[in-house]
């Protein structure tokens, strides 16, 4: 019998796309199938899952009877979540031994869980008893579960609501008002928790092995409405939200005449036009720009086919540019002044329905919108268009774009801008009759005190809506798991602070979509590595998190075909444990049934991702079993409640509440604890300057984030029982305390290598001299079989729908590794896609030291050491 690895996983691999002859990889696609005698990174995890009690909060951080928990969790989406009992055990089992301990269940209500039932308001119970199955695995395995209620539901005439054209995506906001929706929400999450699964004999709502309850994922009022996607609800939505707004006005001003008097205070009438040639009169040339580039087809022209036949401008576009905004036709060189309104005018019309964004912005460098920014909604027919903005800072240079044009005809006429435009409350409103109308985000040509008046009516909605559904989820339901609303930034910090934890999310380099949304054959990757970029997404997570409370990130991803996407997880494992997160989560392990692939077929999906599998154990050992010490110093960020109403009237958005928005550097957070102090009380030191630091070192000294080369970034991670490396090495060795790192030539000069001590080290030793068994991961270069890579402009990559077949093809990484021990205590071994044991090969010595030799010829990307 062969000998294995003690320590491993079961996964799959990950395919993405190269510019290498395929001959050069090897094939590695990390098995399902368990290694024999395996001891493995379940061992970390509780079993079974909430043996230990309830998952609660005491002094911000997650916690059971047995003390602190993290969490290393996945996602599951749609189907993934009902497996059947074979691929249940198999699943459970293989989630366990990657180190992850909970499971985010997604998706779920967008059509799986409804089954054969004729509707979505009646759960399937032969989905459901799948899904009691899975949940009862994962617990046996040690895995906790993350209850997603509302996701990707959409409410039609089935379910009793009428009008699907309009609403917004998955009906996102306007759940939060509609009274319908609310109580169909209400009837789902008790149908679903107070089930009893039949295999725990627990209800979920009592089930300590459910860490944790999501009301809806991704979706406020705020964020909705920033989005402009309530501008034009259908009937009888509008009705309902306009009457809403109305009782309360009602309920602040009393009565019109009261109303009116507060409204009409700044009122600014129009003024002079700012811009040349607006009705172009004559050729544009000289007055409006047409940018494009090398890639862009577009024309201009001055046809009499404007509304009354005026004259108007007509851009065909054929082909848009090497990037999404190219064309975009601008018109520059006039200047703004802050707290002034301005207001918009035009005529609009294309040859089919679309959508154009308008912006006005800087001139010149930073490029920073300057207050405008809309989506305007084309069709065949001439249609007026106003937009009242105000300008957030003086600029003498600005400029007014048309962008987004995607192929097609566009025709514009009596393009005006002019200070001025607002009003307040018009003689045929009253709030007697609730005709007083509901502002929209695209006309915001009301005075100050009116705007205030309807940003403080979104808050007190989102409040009501989620602080009503968190009292019915532990009240009326007795939920004993933890509650969250929704990720920070779509709705204000102090809303969403009253629930039980925060959450976020994030992704690296998200693809984008030129022309349709999700279109499997028109999209791109921007193929650049976060090492790059100091703190990049990771900070911006960091600015999220309020002090006092549990943090989570329950979706996180570097999205194929990133060449670089190793990178991600350990290097989030590595700043989360510093940060003292509670729970990251991959986005996502799978989408479908089909669990057990050899290739990559998609953006997210982990399941086959040889290299972000294979270094998963490094990822549960720095956040799980707490190897990152975490942050000696937290630098807070005082936000009041006043001053997030403050900052609400002024951005009108949720997305500028963060630490970062209130005087934070994000760059600290790879020094010292960051956090959002919702009490507002002042810090008592300044805040750390960090000018133009190109080296970033943890107040802890076990986090090293350096820039000082352009474009060779590294990070380390230096800990007792972890080492981590990943970014380009430059012919550079690396020290990470007593073990040397030297990485020899990878198709990118760049590779990410994980070391994970697996047993306790005995008093007085580390995990590094022994004895016991090292774990380590060595991943560069990963691809399908016959992908085809398409490089674009501007570091952006393809693969169109030519991801390639099985199986994944990896780089063996070289590299040499010293190991503060003899070379005669040390035995090193290849293991194979199971994680056994392959035969030992020798190890090397210098200057006492141990050295081990990995490279190619061994064929695959991770090894087990044994120090005797």
């Not at 074979?86 to 180190?99: S, V, Y």
């Not at 900052?647 to 958005?653: G, I």
Request: proline share 7%.
């Amino acid at each position: 019998m062969r000998r294995c690895c003690r320590f491993c996983l079961l996964l799959s691999v990950l395919p993405i796309a190269c510019p290498v002859a395929a001959e050069e990889l090897f094939p590695f696609v990390i098995s399902y199938d368990a290694p024999e005698n395996a001891t493995n990174v379940s061992a970390w995890l509780p079993r079974p899952a909430g043996k230990d009690g309830f998952v609660r909060v005491e002094d911000g951080r997650l916690v059971t009877d047995a003390g602190p928990i993290r969490f290393w969790g996945t996602n599951l989406c749609f189907e993934a979540c009902f497996p059947s009992h074979a691929q249940a055990e198999r699943l459970a089992a293989r989630l366990a031994r990657l180190g992850i301990n909970c499971v985010r269940m997604h998706h779920m209500d967008a059509r799986s869980i409804w089954g054969d039932s004729p509707n979505k308001l009646t759960i399937d119970p032969k989905q459901l008893e799948k899904l009691d199955y899975l949940i009862y695995q994962l617990k046996l395995h040690g895995v906790y579960t993350d209850i997603n209620l509302h996701v990707s539901r959409t409410l039609g005439e089935r379910e009793g609501f009428v009008s699907p054209e309009g609403r917004p995506n998955y009906d996102k906001g306007l759940d939060n008002f509609e009274p319908q929706m609310i109580e169909v929400q209400k009837k789902y999450a008790r149908d679903l928790l107070t089930h009893v699964n039949p295999y725990t004999e627990t209800s979920y709502a009592r089930e300590p092995a459910v860490a944790m309850v999501e009301i809806s994922n991704e979706d406020a009022l705020f964020a909705v409405w920033g989005w402009g996607q309530l501008d034009e609800l259908p009937e009888p939505y509008a009705t309902t939200f306009r009457r809403l707004w109305n009782a309360w006005l009602r309920q602040k001003h009393g009565d019109t005449e009261r109303l009116r008097k507060a409204w009409n205070v700044g009122q600014w009438p129009l003024g002079d036009e700012m811009l040349v040639n607006g009705d172009f009169q004559q050729p544009p040339a000289g007055d409006w720009a047409l940018e494009r580039d090398a890639r862009t087809e577009a024309r201009l022209s001055v046809e009499p086919a404007g509304p009354d036949g005026r004259r108007c401008l007509c851009l065909d576009v054929t082909r848009q540019g090497e990037v999404a905004w190219r064309p975009q036709l601008t018109q520059s060189g006039f200047a703004l002044k802050k707290d002034t309104p301005y207001t918009l005018t035009c005529y609009l019309r294309s040859d089919a329905p679309r959508s154009i964004d308008v912006n006005c912005m800087m001139a010149h460098d930073p490029w920073q919108r300057l207050g405008l920014s809309a989506s305007l909604k084309l069709d065949s027919q001439w249609k007026p268009y106003r937009q009242t903005f105000v300008a957030e800072r003086d600029d003498e240079n600005a400029r007014l774009t048309f962008t987004s044009l995607k192929p097609g005809r566009y025709e514009m006429a009596e393009v005006s801008l002019r200070p001025g435009g607002i009003v307040g409350l018009a003689s045929n409103q009253r709030l007697e009759d609730d005709s007083v109308p509901v502002l929209h985000r695209g006309q915001l040509d009301l005075t100050e005190a009116a705007r205030h008046d309807f940003i403080d009516f979104l808050w007190d909605t989102e409040r009501d809506y989620w602080w009503g559904l968190h009292r019915f989820l532990e009240s009326d339901l007795g939920v004993r798991p933890l509650v969250s609303g929704t990720q920070l930034s779509y709705s204000p910090a102090h809303v969403q602070a009253a629930l039980d934890y925060i959450d976020a999310h994030s992704y690296w380099k998200h693809p984008h979509f030129p022309g349709r949304p999700w279109d499997s054959r028109d999209w791109e990757v921007h193929n650049v590595a976060l090492v790059n970029e100091p703190g990049g997404t990771l900070s911006g997570l960091a600015v999220r998190r309020v002090a006092g409370m549990a943090f989570t990130v329950s979706e996180y991803n570097h999205p194929a075909p990133n060449s670089y996407a190793a990178e991600g997880f350990p290097m989030i494992a590595a700043l989360g444990g510093f940060q003292r997160w509670d729970g990251i989560f991959s986005f996502a392990y799978c989408h479908n049934a089909d669990f057990e692939p050899r290739r990559i077929g998609s953006f997210f999906d982990i399941k086959s991702d040889t290299s972000k599998l294979a270094h998963m154990p490094a990822c549960a050992a720095l956040l799980v079993r707490g190897d990152v010490a975490g942050a000696r110093k937290a630098v807070l960020a005082p936000v009041s409640a006043e001053a997030e109403r403050k900052q609400l009237h002024e951005t009108l958005s949720a997305w500028r509440l963060t630490a970062g928005d209130f005087g934070v550097d994000p760059r600290l957070a790879l020094r010292h604890a960051v956090a959002m102090q919702l009490d507002g009380k002042m810090p008592d030191t300044p805040l750390p300057d960090l000018d133009d630091t190109r080296v970033f070192v943890s107040d802890t000294g076990q986090l090293r984030w350096d820039v000082s080369r352009p474009g060779a970034g590294t990070f380390i991670a230096d800990t007792p029982r972890t080492k981590l490396f990943t970014g380009f090495v430059g012919g550079r060795t690396f020290e990470l305390g007593e073990v040397t790192l030297a990485i020899g030539k990878t198709r990118l000069d760049w590779a990410t290598v994980s070391m994970v001590a697996i047993d306790e080290p005995a008093k007085g030793r580390t995990g590094f001299n022994g004895p016991g068994r090292i774990l380590i991961a060595a991943t560069g270069w990963v691809q399908n079989r016959g992908a085809q890579l398409e490089q674009l402009p501007n570091d952006r990559v393809t693969l169109r729908n030519r991801w390639g077949d099985e199986p994944v093809l990896c780089e063996g990484v070289p590299a040499q590794i010293e190991l503060p021990v003899a070379a005669d205590r040390v035995r090193f071994y290849p293991l194979d896609e199971s994680g056994n044991r392959r035969a030992a090969v020798p190890c090397g010595s210098h200057e006492g030291n141990a050295r081990l030799e990995l490279g190619p010829r061994h064929k695959t990307v991770w090894y087990e050491v044994e120090v005797q």
